[in-house]
């Protein structure tokens, strides 16, 4: 569902000064190798300056989703990377120095150490002065922007809503001037025609049209489930067409965008991105994030071939992006009940592994926060985070009527 930010796009961002996230459409790639050496807790060999503490927050994460331990080290320097507010900036070279106003701090990257440092345990103050921040941050549109302030988009809106239900937050009651992250994500809707089908825009134009965007899809559709990266699988959805309404809701809104995706998928099996002035080419990483869109909406099948297609072709795009290209790979697979130990042949977990600091070794002692953690597992309720938000998304998001919702006037 995510934003997968390519150097290039972040320095141009970061250099005019915009506050608009990057084109989500544009396909991961590595940026250039650093001139100084890396901190040894970091992910991936790659410069960081625009996706440092994004990689590093979706590996932990991935690791944490299939059983792996992270290195103590590659937590502290994630832990390492917030500031004094909460927020969190791409990367910080030097993380004992005080943020200041010039320290470029954005949602996106806190989010997504929110979602890795609930997952981890352990981390109640760093993720609750994040989710303070985030909520000081928050549009009165509801939404969020790339940077605080900016025009809200899906992407950045969905990556928000997935670390407030990894912190126990219903997003649906997190609101500004009575809109929550869901009003905005209805905004960014498409109507049933030509032109939208039913997708979700990555921002409206200068003018207020929107344009369907297959990335800002399926980041629109986990989170409209009120999902995360780590998204339980749904149960059977109707792949019927685009439901027109007046006044549609968040469930029908994620069904016409899982609609869309199905529909582009159908043909390529992959989804496609164009850069300026470069032809189409597979994309990867958003193909990924529709299988995790299609499995957490509980369209199953319609998420298998695009799934059977990255098991075959993924390998060197993902060898060649890094960690986080790893970490999409194994929430597609665990979203679709595939294992990512044999992913068309290929263990991604010795593969994210190799790209970071050794995982801790299986039977070693537990650290502080991990403990603290198992603590709360076995607190007598017996839950542990992902099986709440699995339980919410049932009882809170109400897969029911996103069924019953089918039923209205379909546009075929």
């Known amino acids: ?110 989010a997504a150490a929110v979602q890795a440092l609930a997952a981890l345990g352990g981390h109640d103050d760093a993720t609750g002065k994040a989710v303070t921040w985030l909520e000081s941050a928050q549009n009165k549109d509801g939404g969020w922007g790339y940077m605080a302030g900016g025009p809200s988009d899906t992407n950045s809106t969905s990556v928000v809503i997935g670390a407030l239900k990894a912190v126990g937050k219903k997003p649906a009651s997190v609101s500004k001037d009575g809109k929550s992250p869901f009003d905005a994500l209805l905004k960014l809707s498409t109507a049933c025609d030509a032109e939208g089908d039913g997708a979700f825009a990555y921002q409206p134009d200068k003018k207020g049209k929107l344009a369907a965007n297959a990335d ?20 059977a959805f109707d792949l019927t067409g685009c439901v027109i309404a007046d006044a549609p809701d968040m469930a029908t809104a994620a069904g016409n965008g899982a609609n869309y995706l199905a529909k582009a998928l159908a043909k390529t099996s992959y989804l496609k991105s164009a850069l300026p002035g470069a032809k189409d080419q597979p994309d990867y990483g958003n193909t990924a994030d529709a299988v995790v869109a299609l499995s957490a909406i509980g369209a199953t099948k319609a998420a298998q071939k695009p799934l059977t297609w990255l098991e075959k072709n993924s390998a060197d795009w993902a060898a060649q992006s890094g960690p986080a290209a790893y970490a999409q790979l194994i929430f597609a697979a665990h979203t679709s009940g595939t294992d990512p130990r044999d992913f068309g042949g290929k263990d991604l977990v010795a593969q994210l592994n190799a790209t970071g600091p050794a995982p801790a070794a299986a039977g070693a002692s537990a650290s502080p926060s991990e403990k603290k953690n198992d ?38």
Request: charged fraction near 15%; charge should be positive; aromatic fraction near 8%.
């Open 1 to 110: 569902m995510f934003v997968r930010r390519t150097a290039a796009v972040l320095a141009a961002t970061a250099v005019i000064g915009a506050v608009a996230a990057p084109a989500a459409s544009a396909d991961s790639s590595p940026s250039p190798s650093p001139s100084v050496a890396l901190p040894s807790g970091l992910f991936g060999s790659a410069d960081p300056t625009y996706d440092g503490v994004w990689r590093q927050s979706l590996a932990l994460l991935a690791q944490h989703t299939v059983g792996v331990r992270p290195a103590e080290k590659a937590v502290d320097w994630l832990t390492g990377q917030q500031c004094a507010n909460g927020a969190f900036a791409a990367y910080r070279a030097d993380a004992a120095a005080a943020c200041d106003a010039k320290t470029q701090v954005d949602t996106n990257s806190t």
């Open 216 to 235: 800002a899809t399926a980041a629109g559709v986990t989170a409209g489930m009120g999902q995360g990266f780590v998204a339980a699988t749904g149960y």
């Open 375 to 412: 603590e709360k597992k076995d607190d007598g309720n017996g839950l542990g985070v992902w099986w709440i938000v699995g339980v919410g998304l049932v009882a809170g998001i109400g897969i029911g009527f996103l069924i019953s919702g089918r039923n209205k006037k379909r546009q075929l």
